[in-house]
């Protein structure tokens, strides 16, 4: 059997790193894996942000999910909570626990993870591998320039809501599986790392959704302390909606559905030409959904008809 | 129930921090707990020594164990790899799943952890909660000069190989339960931070005894390319051997017991005083176990008599 020592160097010592998507090629790590810890050399003049995720069987994804599409969104989930924050993507760690040392298993969740990890220019610089129930935690350090981070507390009365690509995919592919269409929003979710890049200086609070939109907008409603109005129809969802027949799971995945991993932000409303052109630029739809406005961080959310809907919440882990 | 962002609110958003043992007041983080991510401000002229660790129940520790003595763990084991780095720890975080929302539970595990934390000036800057079977993932980020970190790969022929404190203790408590003298070892680890620091810049190579003796300076031997030897009597450990009276034990705890946490260094025979001298200021023993010499990357250990002993390996999460 392969010892944990094998299993880093054959699996998780990264092939040489290509430049990331836009010709980027950042300076490696000073000392990668094989110590007791990376180091690395932070710019001087940049902010680091860094955040980390748990994926858990059973909890945010069935047994015997392809591990190939496991590596990917484990990496993913992080990447988006950089997007979020507008910092380009630098280093990461991978601490994983497995029942046992399947190599097949092993060499697919590596290929997800590592094929992400090019695209973004991630480098892999540390890492734990144990025996127990599968369980994946990522921790990734990005980069962006000090003051210009994207927080979720600088929402304005008057500001614009937006949102990036199409919600409630994910949730739909998890509450009905024959709808294949969506199968990937839910296991190979694609994190808008160069959209949160670009919305530097242009956003005024950004988050990503992965509780469900109606969950994550009031994040930014409490550190913003002010409220939204959002139009039910305008929200983007995928075409599948379309022949599912079921307004209310319908409007429970596209509010209340996690892990599309797209970006939700205001922004002011004179920023509304410069946002149509940045999403023609990137091949990234970015549709207006409502207002902030003065007042509690409550949300409303209206028909068509202009009449207020019920709004469910989004997911916790710890709900009753 | 609690929800995840109560738990968060309740458990882990950090009491004011403290300065750091010796007066040390870091800035703290740019944005901690409760956006997308957290930003940091590293120190222009440092290398950030950065490490993660899973403990995962039934691997790691036994199910039902303490949870303050798990907090504390769970942070002492990181903050031992930035010791073998001779990194000082600014940031960390923390992901945790747990099969209920269990209040007495979290506000014990949160203590441990904060009371270690603060002890070393360490800021919590973020974070994940779920559920699922106990996994418990910390991060951690510490700083070291440039150039002066500590690595396994500069050891050299002729270097003393020293190690800190007493090894085996750990092994025993976990072995003999009865040997209540040494439950702590096990449960408590005191991470060897100030030792790393202060041996910047003396140690040729340094790693933390996590695995076991022997399987840790074979990291050393590989990463330096070159061979050991090292005499089974004097290595320290626990008075509790004394009375064991199972000398077959004892040598698999002393050579390859893992969770001591001690630090296992080399350095030329030219610093021997000032090794001395820093283990007195600091209250903590430094003692010569051995000698690095030329060759392969082989251990060879002498009982008093000069016969080589078998030596164990290190424990290994998926040896069969």
Same mark, same amino acid.
């Given at each position: 059997?392969?010892?944990?020592?094998?299993?880093?160097?054959?699996?998780?010592?990264?092939?040489?790193?290509?430049?990331?998507?836009?010709?980027?090629?950042?300076?490696?790590?000073?000392?990668?894996?094989?110590?007791?810890?990376?180091?690395?050399?932070?710019?001087?003049?940049?902010?680091?942000?860094?955040?980390?995720?748990?994926?858990?069987?059973?909890?945010?994804?069935?047994?015997?999910?392809?591990?190939?599409?496991?590596?990917?969104?484990?990496?993913?989930?992080?990447?988006?909570?950089?997007?979020?924050?507008?910092?380009?993507?630098?280093?990461?760690?991978?601490?994983?626990?497995?029942?046992?040392?399947?190599? !097949?298993?092993?060499?697919?969740?590596?290929?997800?993870?590592?094929?992400?990890?090019?695209?973004?220019?991630?480098?892999?610089?540390?890492?734990?591998?144990?025996?127990?129930?599968?369980?994946?935690?990522?921790?990734?350090?990005?980069?962006?320039?000090?003051?210009?981070?994207?927080?979720?507390?600088?929402?304005?009365?008057?500001?614009?809501?937006?949102?990036?690509?199409?919600?409630?995919?994910?949730?739909?592919?998890? !509450?009905?599986?024959?709808?294949?269409?969506?199968?990937?929003?839910?296991?190979?979710?694609?994190?808008?790392?160069?959209?949160?890049?670009?919305?530097?200086?242009?956003?005024?609070?950004?988050?990503?959704?992965?509780?469900?939109?109606?969950?994550?907008?009031?994040?930014?409603?409490?550190?913003?302390?002010?409220?939204?109005?959002?139009?039910?129809?305008?929200?983007?969802?995928?075409?599948?909606?379309?022949?599912?027949?079921?307004?209310?799971?319908?409007?429970?995945?596209?509010?209340?559905?996690?892990?599309?991993?797209?970006?939700?932000?205001?922004?002011?409303?004179?920023?509304?030409?410069?946002?149509?052109?940045?999403?023609?630029?990137?091949?990234?739809?970015?549709?207006?959904?409502?207002?902030?406005?003065?007042?509690?961080?409550?949300?409303?959310?209206?028909?068509?008809?202009?009449?207020?809907?019920?709004?469910?919440?989004?997911?916790?882990?710890? !709900?009753?």
């Amino acid at each position: 059997m392969l010892s944990e020592f094998e299993i880093i160097r054959r699996f998780f010592e990264q092939p040489a790193r290509r430049p990331a998507r836009g010709g980027r090629t950042p300076a490696g790590a000073v000392l990668g894996i094989g110590d007791d810890a990376a180091l690395l050399r932070p710019s001087g003049d940049m902010e680091l942000a860094v955040s980390t995720d748990l994926l858990v069987e059973g909890t945010h994804f069935r047994a015997g999910s392809a591990p190939r599409a496991l590596g990917h969104k484990a990496l993913a989930v992080n990447l988006s909570d950089l997007a979020a924050m507008g910092a380009a993507p630098r280093w990461a760690t991978l601490a994983i626990s497995l029942p046992s040392a399947d190599e !097949a298993w092993l060499r697919e969740f590596a290929a997800g993870f590592f094929a992400l990890a090019a695209r973004f220019g991630v480098e892999l610089v540390g890492g734990d591998t144990t025996r127990g129930p599968l369980c994946i935690c990522v921790t990734i350090a990005g980069e962006v320039p000090a003051g210009l981070a994207l927080l979720r507390g600088g929402a304005a009365p008057g500001d614009d809501i937006w949102v990036s690509g199409e919600l409630g995919g994910a949730a739909l592919a998890l !509450a009905r599986p024959e709808y294949t269409e969506v199968a990937a929003r839910l296991e190979q979710p694609e994190p808008r790392v160069e959209l949160g890049e670009r919305l530097r200086g242009i956003a005024s609070a950004a988050i990503d959704v992965s509780d469900g939109l109606a969950g994550d907008l009031r994040h930014i409603l409490e550190r913003s302390r002010v409220g939204a109005r959002v139009d039910y129809e305008s929200i983007p969802r995928p075409a599948a909606f379309g022949r599912l027949g079921d307004p209310e799971l319908e409007m429970r995945c596209v509010l209340a559905g996690g892990d599309d991993y797209e970006l939700l932000f205001t922004a002011p409303q004179a920023r509304r030409k410069e946002l149509e052109a940045l999403g023609a630029e990137i091949g990234l739809p970015l549709t207006r959904i409502g207002a902030i406005r003065l007042g509690d961080p409550s949300l409303m959310v209206f028909d068509a008809q202009g009449r207020p809907l019920p709004v469910t919440h989004g997911y916790d882990h710890f !709900a009753a």
